[in-house]
């Protein structure tokens, strides 16, 4: 992993920066770029601007790494509330939820972890939208899978993430392509491993490959590939394998971030392709923004020219 992105990762688990970065005057508008805001209205309001002109949209409601089951159950109440808000404003349609298992409480207490999301996938279910489970640190990828296998006893339609920076996701690809099976591919966001353990690829373009090799398995496999990322070449080489896949419109998405490549996510839409937005929203915004700025050396120079211009 490049030094910046290592750099910046750690930062993210420090409490020190984070509260210079989260309370630094120059923060709001950086934040503004890559988080809808901090209300439930806020969420809706991007819902239903990119609905304008045809794209959809996944929620997250920011937050992560619950301490104690109290935060846990704030997070459900979260999540709860925004699924009745999106139906009232009769949104279901255009908008899913994504949902973090450390927010909910994984690391402590994985069984009621389990149980907090079964009520959010309850309530989505009955709302008539979705959920996807993300993933996160590689140290919870077993545990998140088993809960993600979990729900979809009762709700096959739940979402998985898996990362292609792990050796192990090529196997998990394999495992999850089946009928039905939702599964968002992505190239991973945490800090990897050290790749003295094996676990993750060392370098970009062997990521970049175990994407590729990740999303034929998922294009020929049963399911619904989810194809989250901005990154113009495996785009390009996506729109050629759904081609060779025989894959039509409707049977796999695109995704990308609230805020990155927008006129891309705008060509795609208006080619006709399924395209979902992430979408953020919450007042925990500072691990997610940290990530963003992780991914893209010229993020970090637009954060500290905002942070300095104050
Ligand atoms: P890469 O990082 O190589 O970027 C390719 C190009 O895209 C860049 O050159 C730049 O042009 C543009 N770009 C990428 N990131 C940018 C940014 N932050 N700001 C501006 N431009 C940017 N990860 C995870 O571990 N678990 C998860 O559950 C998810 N979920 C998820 C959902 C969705 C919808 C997306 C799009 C991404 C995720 N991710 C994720 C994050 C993912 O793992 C990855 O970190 C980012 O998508 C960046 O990787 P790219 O594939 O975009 O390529």
Known sequence: MEPLRSLILAAAGNDTIRRLVTTAPGARSVVARFVAGETVDDALAAVAALAADGRHATL???????????????????????????????????????????????????????????????????????????????????????VVRELRRTWPSVGAVLQSYLRRTEADAAALAVEGSRVRLCKGAYAAPPTSSGTAFATASEVDLSYVRCANILLAGGGYPMFATHDPRLIEVLGERVRWYGRREGTYEYQLLFGVRPDEQRRLAAEGETVRVYVPFGEQWYGYLMRRLAERPANTAFFLRALASR
């Open 60 to 146: 997250d409601h920011l937050g992560e790494n619950a301490g104690d089951p109290a935060s846990a159950e704030s997070a459900v109440s979260a999540y709860l509330g925004l699924l009745d808000a999106l139906r009232a404003g009769a949104l279901t349609g255009r908008a899913e939820v994504s949902v973090k298992l450390s927010a909910l409480g994984l690391r402590a207490d994985e069984p009621a972890a389990l149980d907090r999301a079964a009520r959010i996938c309850a309530a989505a279910h009955q709302h008539g939208t979705g959920v996807t489970i993300d993933m996160e640190e590689h140290d919870t990828v077993d545990a998140t899978l088993r």
